[in-house]
């Protein structure tokens, strides 16, 4: 393996000279230049300080379609710029995340674990869809449904430098964010379609909010959202598919303490029936259960009937569907238009 001269692992590992600057076009860095060219991918990556301890495996370099052993001056151009990129993916994990917990932050009593790790996970799925777009930076980030701040907490974490907003239908829970990671408040109405919202975001993140509305406050809410989001903007947002349909279905969908999830709904079991069979006809199902005292309950939604109602709209540009992947809810990521 090539080694690194000490001036080069002194202007990486001091933070100096960014690596991925110097990765994509190390022609910028003078005397530098040569000695980065002509020493290999995984020595390179091995001289980011903000990777720490976090080694990249053989896994991982197979999956991004690089040899490690090859040198960076083997690269064109076109292969520099993406291993830039991918590195910008393998270097950001949310640190010093705020741990201040409101008591009233139910999510986090029924599972103060998966409360953390759930958060994370949203980070490398916004991390991937920045990968994807080559999108560089995020500056405005509104978290529309953003409870006692779950998933914002994480934002604030891994992007420091954004402007957060906090929108939730409960006061106390953007009061919260508000105060507690400096997050713009709005509070929403109790149809989330009819919120007020000032100026554009460039990520709007959107967690298992349209799980729980009827299909005509879909269509507001993504009415207000295409309004909302920036050009090149990302939205993302979770569904519940055909992973939740057949829980519902097989009467096996378990709550955080190990009960029927719908115990507490006051539902009959037609009505859950009724719902399996408007998804299998229609593609959507519906129960309602005055979740929080308002017209809130449980959806669940085919992709074909999310994509349809995404395809007819010019402020969008759908990206990705990933079933499960905000586990157990599928994951819609769109770009503004």
Not at 45 to 51: D, F, G, T
Not at 115 to 136: F, H, N
Not at 264 to 270: F, H, L, P
Request: hydrophobic content about 40%.
């Amino acid at each position: 393996m090539t080694e690194a001269p000490s001036g080069l692992d002194e202007s990486l590992g001091s933070g100096r000279v960014d690596i991925c600057e110097l990765i994509a076009e190390p022609g910028r860095f003078g005397d530098l230049a040569g000695a980065a060219e002509s020493t290999t991918l995984e020595r390179l990556v091995s001289l980011e300080p903000r990777m720490g301890d976090r080694g990249v495996d053989a896994g991982m370099w197979r999956r991004v379609g690089l040899d490690p052993n090859l040198t960076l001056g083997a690269l064109d151009a076109t292969d520099r710029k993406w291993l830039a990129d991918v590195l910008r993916f393998w270097r950001v994990s949310p640190h010093n995340v705020i741990e201040t917990i409101s008591p009233a932050d139910w999510i986090h009593e029924l599972g103060p674990v998966n409360y953390y790790k759930t958060g994370r996970t949203t980070i490398r799925r916004v991390r991937l869809a920045m990968l994807q777009e080559r999108k560089a930076e995020i500056r405005r980030i509104l978290d529309f449904g953003s409870g006692y701040g779950r998933i914002l907490r994480q934002f604030k974490a891994a992007f420091p430098e954004a402007r957060l907003t906090a929108c939730d239908v409960i006061s106390d829970a953007v009061d919260f964010c508000a105060e507690t990671f400096g997050a713009e408040p709005v509070y929403a109405a109790d149809d989330p379609g009819t919120t007020e919202l000032e100026g554009e975001f460039d990520l709007i993140w959107v967690g298992s909010l349209f799980s729980h509305l009827d299909a005509p406050r879909w269509k507001s809410l993504l009415d207000l959202l295409e309004r909302a989001l920036e050009r090149d903007g990302l939205l993302m947002f979770t569904t519940q598919g055909r992973f939740i349909r057949d829980q519902i279905a097989e009467r096996t969908w378990l709550d955080a303490h190990g009960e029927p999830i719908w115990v507490n709904w006051d539902v009959s079991d037609d009505q859950l029936s009724q719902a399996v069979s408007d998804y299998d006809r229609e593609g959507f199902g519906y129960v309602g259960w005055g979740a929080l005292d308002r017209r809130y309950g449980t959806s669940i939604a085919t992709p074909a009937w999310v994509l349809e109602r995404l395809q007819t709209r010019p402020g969008f540009r759908v990206l990705t569907y990933w079933e499960k992947g905000w586990t157990p809810q599928d994951l819609v990521v769109c770009v503004g238009t």
